[in-house]
């Protein structure tokens, strides 16, 4: 019988961490099951509330920006289409996003009593928006469906954009969920940036209506103004506007936030039982 | 075979006495002193930082199959050294040589939640503690059966009686197969007859070769599990041994008579944000000119604290321990609004009430009924000595409390023979 023999020293955990981080993928999916079980507990609608929010805030978009605002659509796509997929691809960084960031302070009471690589609670909320993202791609297809709407073959580059997006939350949520740690003003902050972002992201409208202006290029440096058109690209087809360019912006800011988070993460979490 | 080696660990906490709870400093205030403090240099008392070893330079090493009590005093050191054992903090120097998979229990039902099942609870606590998925399975029926939950176990766990909580809790970490099992101030909850079960569950894992260290005040469960102890004291492990040994120089040593402890000025004083402790004093009224206490003598407590906040709801609660770590009561003062000042209470002990041995007082000071501003722990610790007349017998007399009780002996009928 072999014993495993570990020495326990300072810089222990450090030297172990991505081995470890292996080895707790079983308990990265129960934290995941967890909080998708949990969340809808005692509530009658239970997983039906995925699909109702983002339907009921297409309807009400719709109303305001098309009917009210008379905003025009990008040709050849339907306007509800067009604010669905933003939705849908908005709602899977912003879920993300705001869940990384509360995932320590959340799952407090392990931090304080059991050892195990911490970036795991992070991860576990990104399966857990992955998980939602899926039903409301579903709802997603079926609505494009019934407008007779089939997506194109540029879906094939969907995983791509997903996979974006997916950094994007993890890069500034690590970042949040550090702070969090010790200022407890990320839970009033967090909110209010997700509410900032659905307008100044190209959600409810064509990011198209913005070209030729002189801010454009300022737009543009939001990393997920190329993953939301990007996205809607790929559903809707070559009418959807989608300047390849926001692209580079969006890949090169996320991933050197990505990295600098996922550092910063790293080293800060030896303290996070000594201040949380 | 060693299974635990310890190599001269030491743990450093820096302690900030700008910023003496860092929990209650939202942003804005940290920006503001980060900024003062940039420009006022010379206020250097205020930025002071504290070193505090909550170890210092420990060596030990465990062999196979002990079973490892751990006794000392709040803040020995104790805690540190199982969250260190336990990888949730590092040593700041040295080492420890761990052979085999530790398993550690700080806490009864770690990361249970409420909402869910006992089935899903059993599924995510096992996870969290290490088990796989199959080990689980594999032990799902004997953790059910142990713990005795076998009808609510498709119910939430919000649902269970406390008892209930603490039986599946203990059930899963007592079947974590582990090498070396650690276990912290955890059977302090639950009912005599589970502890029990519990502990005779420590017993035969030690049995079949596996390795306990067991942290608790209660010396009773320390002397009854394990079969030898370490006595840890301001950092530093002062003794390890057989079992009765260290718990009876432990004994011997912390029983000193404390009656009286008192602070100049709130900031140099015991307390938080809201509240320092300025004054604790028990008074015996003594019989007589030997002034020892015995069961006969009455004490009053004297109990005083600044409170720094206008307005506040508080209320005291006060426990008195057995030198066993058992609480023999608790009482608490009713709860009403304070001005900003001292604040002082006075509890009445009478006498002909406890029985001879050793005992502590620790005060709690509450806000709104439900808040713990401040704990202050084993702040008032003294000796009642025996006295007995008129009893023709000398043992150790039984029992927490040596009541005056009118218990009275009679003759109620007297049996006609004739």
Redesign the interface.
């Known amino acids: 019988m072999g014993?495993?023999?570990?020495?326990?020293?300072?810089?222990?955990?450090a030297k172990n961490y991505w081995r470890d981080l292996l080895n707790n993928t079983?308990?990265l999916v129960?934290?995941a099951k967890?909080d998708i079980?949990?969340r809808y507990?005692?509530t009658f609608l239970g997983m039906g509330w995925v699909v109702l929010r983002p339907f009921a805030t297409t309807m009400v978009m719709v109303f305001v920006f098309s009917y009210i605002a008379k905003l025009k659509s990008d040709p050849g796509v339907p306007y509800p289409l067009m604010v669905l997929s933003g939705i849908t691809i908005w709602t899977f960084f912003s879920n993300t996003f705001a869940q990384v960031s509360v995932s320590i302070l959340y799952?407090s009471?392990?931090v304080?009593?059991?050892?195990?690589p911490r970036l795991l609670m992070p991860l576990s909320s990104v399966v857990v928006g992955l998980v939602d993202f899926l039903v409301t791609f579903g709802l997603y297809i079926a609505i494009a469906t019934w407008y007779q709407h089939p997506p194109t073959a540029n879906i094939l580059y969907l995983p791509l954009f997903v996979i974006l997006s997916l950094m994007a939350s993890l890069a500034f949520g690590l970042f949040f969920a550090v702070i969090n740690v010790?200022?407890?003003?990320v839970a009033q902050l967090i909110p209010f940036l997700v509410q900032i972002g659905f307008y100044i992201c190209p959600i409810a409208y064509s990011s198209s209506l913005g070209q030729g202006e002189w801010w454009y290029k300022y737009y543009t440096l939001n990393p997920l103004v190329g993953i939301i058109d990007g996205f809607r690209w790929c559903l809707l087809g070559e009418g959807a506007y989608f300047n390849p360019n926001s692209l580079i912006a969006s890949v090169v800011v996320v991933s050197l936030f990505l990295v600098f988070s996922v550092y910063y993460f790293k080293r800060e979490e030896?303290s996070f039982?000594?201040?949380i | 075979m060693q299974v635990i080696t310890a190599e001269n660990v030491s743990k450093k906490?820096i302690i900030d006495h700008k910023r003496k709870s860092?929990?209650n400093?939202?942003?804005k205030q940290?920006i503001t002193q980060k900024i003062k403090g940039f420009w006022d240099k010379s206020d250097g008392e205020n930025t002071e930082k504290e070193e505090f070893w909550a170890l210092k330079g420990v060596d030990f090493s465990i062999n196979q199959g002990d079973r490892i009590g751990i006794v000392g005093h709040n803040g020995a050191g104790k805690s540190t050294l199982l969250?260190?054992?336990?990888?949730?903090?590092?040593?700041?120097?040295?080492?420890?040589?761990?052979?085999?998979?530790?398993a550690?229990l700080?806490?009864v039902g770690?990361?249970f939640?409420p909402?869910?099942t006992g089935r899903?609870n059993i599924?995510?606590n096992g996870?969290?503690?290490g088990m796989?998925?199959e080990e689980i399975r594999k032990h799902f029926d004997t953790i059910v059966d142990f713990a005795g939950v076998e009808k609510f176990l498709d119910t939430?766990v919000k649902r269970y009686s406390s008892g209930m909580y603490v039986r599946l809790g203990f059930a899963i970490a007592a079947h974590l197969n582990p090498?070396i099992l650690i276990i912290d101030e955890v059977l302090a909850v639950g009912d005599a007859e589970f502890q029990k079960k519990c502990l005779g569950n420590m017993r035969e894992l030690a049995d079949s070769g596996r390795t306990i260290l067991f942290v608790s005040h209660n010396l009773t469960a320390i002397q009854a599990l394990c079969n030898k102890a370490m006595y840890f004291e301001k950092g530093q492990l002062l003794m390890q041994g057989e079992t009765n040994h260290v718990v009876t120089s432990y004994l011997s040593r912390v029983s000193k008579t404390a009656l009286k402890q008192t602070w100049e000025a709130p900031a140099t004083a015991p307390g938080g944000d809201q509240v320092r402790v300025k004054r604790i004093e028990l008074e015996p009224q003594y019989k007589d000119a030997l002034q020892h206490i015995d069961i006969r003598t009455s004490m009053k407590l004297h109990f005083e604290f600044w409170n720094m906040e206008d307005g506040a709801k508080l209320n005291l609660s006060l426990h008195l321990f057995a030198f066993t770590g058992e609480c023999v009561f608790n009482v608490g003062t009713s709860s009403r609004a304070f001005e900003q000042g001292v604040v002082a209470a006075t509890l009445d002990i009478p006498g002909h009430f406890l029985n001879d041995g050793s005992y502590s007082i620790s005060v709690m000071i509450v806000k709104d009924t439900s808040t713990v501003l401040y704990n202050l722990e084993e702040a008032i610790s003294f000796d009642i000595e025996d006295h007995r007349v008129g009893v023709t017998w000398y043992d150790k007399w039984p029992g927490y409390v040596r009541p005056n009780l009118n218990f009275e002996i009679y003759q109620a009928e007297i049996a006609v023979n004739d």
């Open positions: 014993v495993q023999e570990t020495k326990i020293e300072a810089g222990y955990a079983e308990l129960i934290l967890r079980s949990v507990k005692q799952n009471n392990l304080t009593k059991v050892y195990f010790r200022f407890r003003d030896r039982v000594d201040h | 906490y860092v929990k400093l939202d942003l940290t969250k260190i054992l336990s990888k949730i903090t590092e040593p700041t120097t040295g080492s420890i040589t761990v052979r085999g998979r530790v550690s700080l806490e770690t990361g939640h909402e869910l899903e599924f995510l996870a969290i503690l796989r998925k939430p090498e």
